[in-house]
């Protein structure tokens, strides 16, 4: 009984902890950033749009990238078929206007997400100012991949799940 009670206690302590799940970027870490020219509701559409098609064109460039350097030689080589991607995205939403694509160490205001605080200051980085650059942004970390993991469908049976607490049970029992 005594046994039960014990494992009972872990389960629920790693339930509790478990739903506090908190993602910190590597200190080697490549951002990107798609700032939107306004808060209206057609420049800030336009943006999901961007970074819709631009999320899936990096990924697709770094999938099988497995350091940093490599990493940083792959996207400044392919900058200016970045920039001629968000030609062709604004071209397919009829929007016209100016974009800047800077590759280096950029500013990065504070962000929390997911309870992590994530401190404002100059960040490897590549960054997509549409126009004015005064809306709403998007950011994540493109190295190592922490956001766009969903757009490899076949990587996804290759994941092997384990179970902390299922570990646990089989330990003690």
Avoid at 154 to 160: A, G
């Amino acid at each position: 009984m005594k046994r039960v009670t014990i494992i009972l206690a872990i389960i629920m302590t790693l339930i509790i902890n478990n739903n506090n799940e908190k993602i910190i970027i590597p200190n080697e870490a490549i951002r990107v950033r798609i700032i939107a020219n306004s808060n209206s509701s057609y420049d800030l559409e336009v943006k999901e749009n961007l970074r819709n098609e631009i999320e899936k064109k990096i990924y697709n460039l770094l999938k099988n990238i497995t350091n940093i350097d490599e990493a940083r030689k792959i996207l400044i080589n392919n900058i200016e078929d970045i920039e001629i991607e968000i030609e062709k995205n604004f071209n397919k939403q009829n929007y016209h206007n100016k974009f800047d694509v800077d590759y280096g160490l950029n500013y990065f205001p504070e962000k929390e997400f997911k309870g992590v605080i994530y401190k404002e200051g100059y960040y490897e980085s590549l960054v997509v100012t549409i126009g004015n650059g005064e809306g709403n942004n998007w950011w994540c970390v493109l190295y190592p991949p922490l956001c766009a993991l969903e757009f490899d469908e076949t990587n996804k049976s290759d994941i092997e799940y384990q179970s902390f607490i299922s570990e646990i049970i089989n330990k003690y029992l």
